[in-house]
């Protein structure tokens, strides 16, 4: 959980330094989204429990980068996760984007300590007003792991520009 904790820190340290250009453009330096998660395993059990990450952009239309936790429970259990992922943006209309994106992902329990694997992920995010400050998303994502076990996630919650 403390590397998660870091991993998000130094994202929004290197965001904060790209954030001239961005501020030219009327873009947000950086967005933080916080919100819930749950997880099937498929198959497998379901979890659920908080979820937040913070979203870069260093190439405008190109490319964004999400670095995100999540602490998911379950009967007896408690998960940690982690994951960077690596989207392509696309522009719907003025207060709809639609992202595309994959990249690795980390998970730990007590049982059975750390694992590594991959997420491909849909992000949603809905600008409802148009100074872009708040708004909410929603993320399905599907992750398999370093032991071919596969799950379907989805994430929701609100979104925060950080100007």
Excluded: C
Excluded at 45 to 63: M, Q, Y
Excluded at 86 to 94: A, G, I, N, Q
């Amino acid at each position: 959980m403390r590397t998660s904790i870091f991993s998000i820190v130094m994202a929004a340290m290197v965001a904060t330094s790209a954030g001239t250009a961005a501020a030219e453009e009327k873009e947000p330096t950086a967005i933080v989204a916080i919100g819930g998660a749950t997880e099937w395993g498929l198959p497998g059990a379901t979890s659920f429990g908080p979820s937040v990450s913070v979203e870069f952009t260093p190439i405008r239309n190109w490319l964004e980068i999400e670095i995100g936790a999540a602490t998911l429970f379950r009967r007896g259990v408690t998960e940690f996760e982690t994951d960077i992922i690596f989207k392509k943006p696309f522009t719907l209309s003025d207060t709809v984007e639609l992202m595309v994106g994959a990249g690795p992902a980390w998970s730990y329990t007590r049982d059975e300590g750390t694992k590594w694997g991959a997420t491909f992920a849909l992000d949603l995010m809905v600008w409802p007003w148009p100074e872009r400050k708040f708004g909410w998303f929603v993320e399905p994502a599907y992750t398999i792991n370093q032991d071919n076990e596969k799950s379907l996630s989805v994430s929701v919650g609100l979104l925060i520009a950080i100007p």
